[in-house]
């Protein structure tokens, strides 16, 4: 009998399928004791199988590209931690073995980051995976990962690691389905970026069993059970539909009544340059530069190497628009030459602006290859800076900017509640605004984003996020400035006509998002959208919220 389940849908589309479980395995070594002469010998064992281990997720990275090459960096260097590998190498000293010293210091700095008040929580998947990896190297076991199938399926586990979902073969995955995660989890990015239907944060995703027919609809984060072909058939007309509507919206991003709203491309990297031509993105508002910084941990790139890198990406849109946050350093992208190892919440600590104005050689240095990189090219080039909190934060990084002659303009990124409550204050100072919705919503709910238990407050629909979100985008107006949003909010096609009837004058979001946007925003006016946008913020929840800016969207 049929059955209906309900998630957070995070990648559009359907996908009709089989249930196919990622495999497992139990990889806890036995606690036995080794003679203290074996000690050396199983501390050089477990180095070549961290080393072993960094270097297949590099190349796994590689392979991938984009923002997925960025995320395999970060994991490789979580495997070569000199901390943890220094906790490992005492265990091995006082008796264990080295899969079980390895076991136990991970086990261990888990721990640590559930005390720290699990910021980094959203990490333990990341952690776990990498722990696996070189228990399993080291025991001699195949690793866990994505079952070998010659038919395509729909793939459900408790949780994905960033490894597994960034070399998803998409012939064969039709979607997946993950019982933890969120809407602005490492996985749900990647699925965006894949193209692959998906819902994460669903109870008992893992209860569904082996080879059950399941139909996934990433656009509402429904799960069908042993769908009916009645349902069957309904679910594929609808993205048919949806897909002959993609195909037929084409151009700048505009309502229905030629209100422009510009459509740009989130990107990672150079690798991620392609992808976003052919969606049509109208230049770039969000490139993540941290991926020059991941390559060394021990220190910054060179300005030379920055210099190149740069200026791939601005030449790739010749009279677009291409807006570049700074390095967003600390947190959950520690590096070992700029942020503080001991900070107790690093989440509320030295991360995003403040790193880099405690080391302003590094922020001048980004500044001034910038500015090399976008000499005598056609582009319009913009630099925001990450995490500004106030007006004095905003006033600091244009003087940085002045300073490093930058022929650009600068703006501050809205991800702290206190910058979107002053956000005319910093105004004065800035250029722009650009709305990071993701960490907006994780600062102004206390929930992290990479929680699953606490996904619905992770939701871009929550109404106080639409009211912050509405607070900058007047802010902006009344200076006559822009607002744009970069966060993960914009690639719903649903939510970016609402953002629009908020005022925003901008949206940015993965490539794979642009088409559906586009369409979507070319079906209503921009007064049915602020009409939308106002019945959103009338509500209670985000659910409501949704539901609300539907039915006026649809006329009901």
């Known amino acids: 009998m049929e059955t209906t389940l309900r998630g957070v849908g995070v990648s559009h589309g359907v996908a009709i399928g089989e249930v196919r479980h990622m495999g497992t395995a139990v990889l806890e070594p036995p606690a036995k004791q080794i003679p203290a002469e074996e000690a050396e010998r199983e501390q050089g064992r477990a180095r070549k199988a961290v080393e072993a281990v960094a270097a297949d997720l590099m190349a796994?990275?590689?392979?991938a590209g984009g923002e997925a090459q960025a995320v395999l960096e970060a994991q490789a260097m979580m495997a070569q931690d000199p901390e943890l590998m220094a906790d490992v190498e005492r265990r091995i000293a006082v008796g264990s073995t080295a899969e079980r010293g390895v076991y136990d210091a991970f086990?261990?700095?888990?721990?640590?980051?559930?005390?720290?008040?699990?910021?980094?929580?959203?990490?333990?998947?990341?952690?776990d995976d990498v722990r696996n990896r070189i228990v399993a190297r080291l025991l001699g076991v195949p690793m866990p990962g994505v079952p070998d199938s010659d038919e395509p399926y729909v793939l459900v586990a408790r949780d994905l690691a960033p490894a597994d979902t960034a070399l998803l073969d998409p012939t064969l995955v039709l979607g997946f389905v993950t019982e933890e995660g969120g809407p602005t989890s490492h996985s749900?990015?990647?699925?965006?970026?894949?193209?692959?239907?998906?819902?994460?944060?669903?109870?008992?995703?893992?209860?569904?069993?082996?080879?059950?027919?399941?139909?996934?609809?990433?656009?509402?984060?429904?799960?069908?059970?042993?769908?009916?072909?009645?349902?069957?058939?309904?679910?594929e007309a609808a993205a048919a539909q949806r897909k002959a509507a993609l195909a037929a919206s084409t151009g700048p991003g505009a309502t229905a009544d030629g209100h422009k709203v510009p459509l740009l491309a989130n990107i990672g990297g150079p690798a991620d340059v392609a992808a976003a031509v052919e969606a049509g993105a109208e230049g770039v508002g969000l490139f993540r530069t941290e991926f020059l910084f991941l390559d060394d941990s021990k220190q910054?790139?060179?300005?030379?190497?920055?210099?190149?890198?740069?200026?791939?990406?601005?030449?790739?849109?010749?009279?677009?628009?291409?807006?570049?946050?700074?390095?967003?350093?600390?947190?959950?992208?520690?590096?070992?030459?700029?942020?503080?190892?001991?900070e107790p919440n690093p989440a509320l600590g030295v991360r995003g602006l403040r790193t880099l104005l405690g080391h302003p050689e590094v922020l001048r240095t980004q500044l001034t290859a910038l500015a090399k990189a976008a000499e005598g090219l056609?582009?319009?080039?913009?630099?925001?800076?990450?995490?500004?909190?106030?007006?004095?934060?905003?006033?600091?990084?244009?003087?940085?900017?002045?300073?490093?002659?930058?022929?650009?303009k600068f703006g501050a990124m809205v991800e702290i509640p206190s910058a979107a409550l002053r956000a005319r204050s910093i105004l004065q100072e800035v250029e722009f605004l650009s709305l990071g919705t993701n960490d907006l919503a994780q600062y102004t709910f206390a929930a992290d984003r990479q929680v699953g238990a606490v996904s619905r407050l992770q939701d871009p629909w929550?109404?106080?996020?639409?009211?912050?979100?509405?607070?900058?985008?007047?802010?902006?107006?009344?200076?006559?400035?822009?607002?744009?949003?970069?966060?993960?909010a914009a690639s719903d096609p649903l939510l970016a006509c609402v953002l629009t009837g908020l005022g925003v004058t901008s949206l940015s979001m993965g490539a794979a998002s642009i088409p559906y946007v586009r369409a979507t925003l070319a079906k209503y006016t921009l007064a049915q959208?602020?009409?939308?946008?106002?019945?959103?913020?009338?509500?209670?929840?985000?659910?409501?919220?949704?539901?609300a800016a539907q039915a006026v969207l649809s006329g009901e």
């Open 60 to 63: 796994r990275g590689n392979l």
């Open 107 to 127: 086990a261990s700095y888990r721990e640590l980051l559930a005390g720290a008040g699990e910021y980094l929580a959203g990490r333990v998947a990341d952690l």
């Open 188 to 235: 749900a990015i990647l699925a965006r970026a894949l193209g692959v239907p998906a819902v994460v944060a669903l109870p008992g995703a893992g209860e569904l069993a082996e080879g059950t027919m399941i139909a996934v609809d990433g656009s509402t984060g429904e799960i069908f059970v042993d769908p009916s072909d009645e349902k069957k058939a309904q679910l």
């Open 300 to 342: 910054a790139p060179s300005e030379e190497k920055q210099v190149a890198a740069y200026r791939q990406v601005l030449e790739a849109f010749p009279e677009g628009r291409v807006v570049v946050r700074v390095l967003d350093a600390g947190a959950d992208k520690p590096l070992d030459f700029l942020t503080p190892a001991d």
């Open 378 to 408: 056609p582009v319009y080039l913009e630099v925001m800076a990450p995490m500004v909190a106030d007006r004095t934060d905003a006033r600091a990084f244009a003087d940085a900017c002045r300073a490093a002659g930058l022929r650009a």
């Open 462 to 488: 929550q109404p106080a996020l639409l009211d912050l979100v509405e607070l900058s985008a007047e802010a902006a107006k009344a200076e006559g400035k822009s607002c744009g949003v970069c966060g993960e």
């Open 529 to 547: 959208c602020e009409r939308a946008a106002a019945a959103a913020r009338a509500t209670d929840s985000a659910e409501e919220a949704r539901i």
